[in-house]
């Protein structure tokens, strides 16, 4: 079964800062990845997804991530941290070997807390 | 959040009662989803519904129900039968592989 681990529960950035939120991942096959970010009491927005090609995708509101196969990561990044960014990020696998109806699943981590701080 | 809606917003129950959370969609997906969020366990599927009539048990089903009559619509059922139903709610759907979530249903179980 896949898995998705956030090791981090909250990471804290000052404004202006570059951040990294973590993410590694475990699935039998080729990965199909996602990073969400939640604001409070709302549903979670999409940010950005990697299937295949370039390594580096980039996302909505300025975000990154970066697959890195070797290291079976995917971590979020965003070269200047806006207050606006603080929010709960979760990150998502889907396992490409899983087909026909009925077998579709996301596996979403426990979500890391990022706070931006002034 | 997308063209999902759930209502209502916050819910309160008694012990023992029934209730049922609305998630209606005007994506036209086939795909919907249930997940619960509790703080610190990330988000659980519940139920999945790929097309209508159709649905399969999440990884914590025990305890809910849910109905796709209707492309557009697929509620869910807490049951008396699930002991800690305290929580966030959140519908999906799905396109081409990405969900899109409703803005959630808070429930609290007095």
């Known amino acids: 079964a896949q898995s998705v681990a956030q090791p981090e529960d909250q990471v804290n950035v000052a404004e202006g800062n570059p951040l990294t939120v973590k993410c590694t991942y475990s699935v039998s096959g080729n990965p199909y990845l ?17 299937i295949t090609g370039d390594n580096l995708v980039k996302g909505s509101y300025g975000f990154e991530a970066e697959f ?9 990044k965003k070269p200047s941290a806006l207050v606006s960014d603080s929010a709960l990020y ?18 979403f981590g426990k979500g890391t807390k990022l706070s931006v701080i002034p | 959040d997308g063209g999902i809606t ?31 969020q509790d703080p610190g366990q990330g988000l659980r599927l519940i139920y999945y519904s790929q097309i209508v009539n159709d649905f399969q048990k999440g990884d914590i089903a025990e305890g809910y129900s849910v109905s796709r009559e209707k492309k ?7 049951t008396s039968a699930q002991k800690n139903p305290t929580a966030f709610y959140l519908c999906a759907s799905k396109v081409l592989g990405e969900q899109f979530f409703g803005p959630g249903t808070r429930l609290t179980v007095l």
Request: proline share 4%; glycine share 4%.
């Open chain 1, 34 to 50: 996602f990073w969400y970010v939640q604001y409070p009491n709302r549903g979670l927005q999409f940010l950005l997804k990697y």
């Open chain 1, 68 to 76: 890195n196969k070797s290291q079976t990561s995917f971590h979020l």
């Open chain 1, 90 to 107: 979760f990150c998502a696998v889907r396992d490409m070997r899983l087909t026909g109806a009925g077998s579709y699943q996301l596996t």
């Open chain 2, 6 to 36: 759930q209502s209502p917003k916050y819910l309160f129950r008694k012990e023992g009662q029934n209730v049922t959370l609305s998630c209606e969609q005007n994506l036209n997906h086939d795909a919907m989803y249930w997940y619960r």
């Open chain 2, 72 to 78: 557009e619509s697929f509620p869910l059922t807490v």
